[in-house]
Each structure stands twice: as structure tokens, then as C-alpha cells.
């Protein structure tokens, strides 16, 4: 059976610090990849999404990077992290069924 | 992406069926209807998808209208366990086709 895998849930970073969020899927071949983002009461946004190793797109200029260096692997990273970086992040795969799996999330909180 | 929309929030008290309704007036001919919710917190989770015909499975049944400009999400016995947002999508299974979050409806089931 097919799993996602996304830790840490929770982190408290410093403004200013390195970000690296990780996501692993299982049981699966050449899943599309996203990072979405999720603030308090708010809606779900995409951040990126890939269709395959090295392929990245960006939905949405900001502080963040995606890369893809594995099949199942999905890393979102960040040099310096804002106070405005402070959100519930949610990794997602999907096949061609158009069925999407979330992670669990990581809620980030930049102080 | 086709652009749905639902009304923001819903009460159903429990025990009772809950219909969602969505619009969808400018899908394309190849979109389908996704309905997902997300349970506080949680990552949201996928629920039943289709095309053009009724479908059911153990969460819920979605009828589409035959000009498939709207659908109807029915929970058939509302329990205080989907209280939750639930999101519409219309996309293609396209693989390059991004997954977009509106702002969904949030379902209140009343004890």
C-alpha cells in the first residue's frame, strides 16, 4: 500500500535560520509531488509542484524552494526563514486517478 | 483549473444527511469533481471523485447534474466526526494539472 511520510510535525525556528521539510512517498513510481501551505484559518495554498526528478514548479514568489532529487522525495527548503514563513505546511502526491494523498503536516512557528 | 464555488458555511444536525452543494459552471469536458474535507488540523483527506454519473463509497454519495455545472456532496448520516471544511475541485487527470483549494465550506454538525 501506498504511504506518505512528512516530519518533523511540529518545529520552532529562529528568523533567520535554514528551513529543510521532508517528504517520502511509498508503494509507489513517478507520483506528482506538491508542497502546499496553510495558514491559521485560512485556505490551502500551493507553493510547488513536480511531475518528475528535477522538475519544480512555482505557484507563488516567496522565500521557499522545492527540489526533487528522488523519485518518492520531495524536499522543501528555505536559506532564511521570515516570521511571515510561520504556517502549517502539507505535502501531497497524486497518480494519474487524480486521487490525492495529504501528509500529516509540519506546523512551523518562525519566532 | 475549473473554478468552483460553495458557500462558506453549512449546519446539519446530527444524524441527518448533510448535501453540499458546489458549482462548477465553466468545467471542461475532461475535468473531473473531486470532494475532499479537512478535519482541524489534519491534512485534508480525500472523499469520492467523478465524471458525469452518481457515485458512492463508504464515506459519501455525489450526484452531478447532467449539464454537470453543479454537484451535490451527501453525507447520508452526519455525525459530530465531519465537522470539517470540505473543498470542490474540478480538474483534469491531466498530469501537469495543479490541484487548486478554494475556500471550501465548512460543515457544522449540531448535537
Not at chain 1, 73 to 98: E, H, M, N, P, V
Not at chain 2, 87 to 101: E, G, L, Q, V
Amino acid at each position: 500500500s501506498q504511504t506518505i511520510h512528512q516530519w518533523p510535525a511540529t518545529l520552532v525556528q529562529p528568523v533567520g535560520s535554514p528551513l529543510s521539510l521532508e517528504c517520502t512517498v511509498e508503494g509507489t513510481s513517478n507520483p506528482n509531488l506538491y508542497w502546499y501551505r496553510q495558514a491559521a484559518g485560512r485556505g490551502l495554498q500551493l507553493l510547488f509542484y513536480s511531475v518528475g526528478i528535477g522538475q519544480i514548479s512555482s505557484e507563488v514568489p516567496q522565500n521557499l524552494s522545492a527540489s526533487r532529487p528522488q523519485d518518492r522525495q520531495f524536499i522543501l527548503s528555505s536559506k532564511k526563514l521570515l516570521l511571515s514563513d510561520s504556517s502549517f505546511y502539507l505535502c501531497a502526491w497524486s497518480q494519474t486517478t487524480g486521487k490525492t494523498t495529504f501528509g500529516s503536516g509540519t506546523r512551523l512557528t518562525v519566532v | 483549473d475549473a473554478k468552483t464555488t460553495q458557500p462558506p458555511s453549512m449546519d446539519c444536525a446530527e444524524g441527518r444527511a448533510a448535501n453540499l452543494p458546489c458549482n462548477h459552471s465553466t468545467i471542461s469536458g475532461n475535468e473531473y469533481v473531486y470532494w475532499y474535507r479537512q478535519i482541524h488540523s489534519q491534512g485534508p483527506q480525500y472523499i469520492i471523485h467523478g465524471l458525469k454519473n452518481n457515485e458512492t463509497n463508504e464515506m459519501a454519495s455525489l450526484i452531478i447534474t447532467e449539464d454537470r455545472k453543479s454537484s451535490t456532496l451527501i453525507l447520508p448520516h452526519a455525525t459530530l466526526r465531519d465537522t470539517a471544511v470540505y473543498y470542490c475541485i474540478a480538474r483534469s487527470m491531466n498530469r501537469d494539472d495543479k490541484i487548486i483549494f478554494g475556500k471550501g465550506t465548512r460543515l457544522h454538525i449540531l448535537p
